[in-house]
């Protein structure tokens, strides 16, 4: 199994002189869930090189078995640090793609037209695609091959417009998650703030929030298997 992850390069919250970046648990636990049944990890980011962390998520707080296994190791420390170039990145050389969310995507992946090219050739080629929380923020102009928004008449889910309010930012973001996905014809459902909730249609696979990580994960890797 070789997966790309596609993280964000952004590190700026909007006008606010806070930083972002992505979500270290909707990294981290993914990322072992994967690792540990066998699978062959590359790291990618528009950029390249140090992957920016959201220091919101790099709290005790925010923290949980996996973000503490991140802590301690070196190897995946130092792929986060120098992750490949995005547009290096060939869909041919990996079975499926994953994206880890973080308020970054939002400014960045959205717009990416590497990004977009990588994720219409994955589904192209019927490999699971998934993104978790803000990250399916990179589908807002991605298209499909019947030239449709990717996401029109999908059942897909991310971060709710109450979950972004719940922690002041509706304001701060370029657009809403959950906003996007409506308006692009996604058949858009949620479970309760905060809580897991993943949905999977077809190759796409997406996830309401850091919580739903594990379940965005196991659903990835049941597509493989």
């Known amino acids: 199994m070789k997966i790309l992850f596609v993280l964000t390069s952004h590190d700026k919250l909007g006008d606010t002189g806070k930083k972002t970046g992505f979500w270290v648990e909707e990294f981290a636990n993914p990322y072992y869930t994967l690792l540990d049944k066998g699978a062959d990890i590359t790291l990618a980011t528009p950029k390249g ?3 920016p962390i959201d220091p919101s998520s790099n709290t005790p707080d925010a923290s949980t078995a996996d973000t503490e296994r991140f802590e301690k190791d070196a190897i995946a420390q130092e792929k986060i640090k120098n992750t490949k170039v995005l547009a290096d990145m060939n869909a041919d050389d990996f079975d499926a793609v994953f994206y880890p969310g973080g308020h970054g995507p939002l400014w960045d992946l959205a717009n990416d037209a590497n990004s977009i090219a990588l994720i219409q050739k994955f589904n192209a080629q ?16 991605v298209k499909g091959q019947d030239g449709e928004f990717l996401v029109k008449g999908k059942k897909v889910t991310g971060f709710t417009n109450t979950e972004e309010d719940a922690v002041q930012l509706t304001d701060v973001v370029p657009f809403l998650v959950e906003n996007a996905l409506k308006e692009n014809g996604g058949i858009y459902s949620k479970g309760e703030d905060w809580a897991a909730y993943a949905l999977q ?9 850091p919580a739903s990580s594990e379940l965005v994960a196991e659903k990835l890797l049941a597509s493989l298997n």
Do not use: R, S
Request: with cysteine.
């Open 49 to 51: 090189g140090a992957a």
């Open 126 to 141: 019927k490999k699971p695609i998934a993104f978790v929380c803000h990250a399916p923020a990179a589908l807002k102009i």
């Open 201 to 209: 249609d077809g190759n796409l696979i997406t996830g309401q929030n």
